[in-house]
């Protein structure tokens, strides 16, 4: 997979960001997660660096990480699932530090994301947002996105 970098022109003043993959799980990325798990949810924990290993050594998933001036900034699960119709992938866990909020990484993430899912032949990526994430919601519209009609429901253990 190929790195991918925003475009400097959309913000002057938002360092250079870099997405790539994770490739190891490293003292950096445990407290990368620790302090961006907490911005995205106050209910779920930071994952463990064997949790973290998991997610980055599995071929089904695709843990893409930003990089703004070369500290890590943000991160997107891209998730892989083959159905009797196609390959599809999933976007879940976005998260970009308060810091740099509003200054293109999201947009970069998603970049990476929608590039790397068409690389591996996917259908489609889809990605769910609570309607309150304004900014969020807007993004996804115009990277292309298309709102669903659908009804979403969760089972919860």
Same mark, same amino acid.
Do not use: C, N, Y
């Given at each position: 997979m190929s790195e991918h970098r925003a475009d400097p022109d959309s913000d002057p003043q938002s360092g250079t960001v870099a997405v790539a993959p994770a490739e190891s799980v490293d /003292? +950096? $990325?445990?407290? @990368?997660?620790?302090? $961006? *798990?907490?911005q995205l949810s106050s209910s779920s924990p930071p994952p463990s660096r064997a949790e973290l290993a998991d997610i980055v050594e599995n071929t089904a998933t695709v843990l893409l990480l930003a990089r703004? /001036?070369? +500290? *890590?900034?943000?991160? $997107?699960?891209?998730?892989?699932y083959r159905i009797p119709t196609g390959l599809?992938?999933?976007i879940e866990d976005v998260v970009v530090d308060?810091?740099?909020?509003?200054?293109?990484?999201?947009?970069? $993430?998603?970049? @990476? @994301? *929608?590039? +790397?899912?068409?690389r591996r032949g996917a259908k489609d990526v889809s990605l769910t947002s609570r309607p309150s994430r304004e900014a969020a919601n807007r993004l996804y519209l115009r990277l292309g996105f298309v709102a669903r009609e659908t009804n979403t429901y969760r089972y919860t253990f």
């Open positions: /003292d +950096e $990325l445990v407290a @990368a997660f620790a302090r $961006l *798990i907490p703004v /001036d070369g +500290e *890590i900034m943000g991160s $997107l699960t891209l998730a892989f599809k992938a999933w308060d810091a740099v909020r509003g200054r293109g990484v999201g947009a970069a $993430l998603h970049q @990476a @994301a *929608i590039a +790397e899912a068409r």
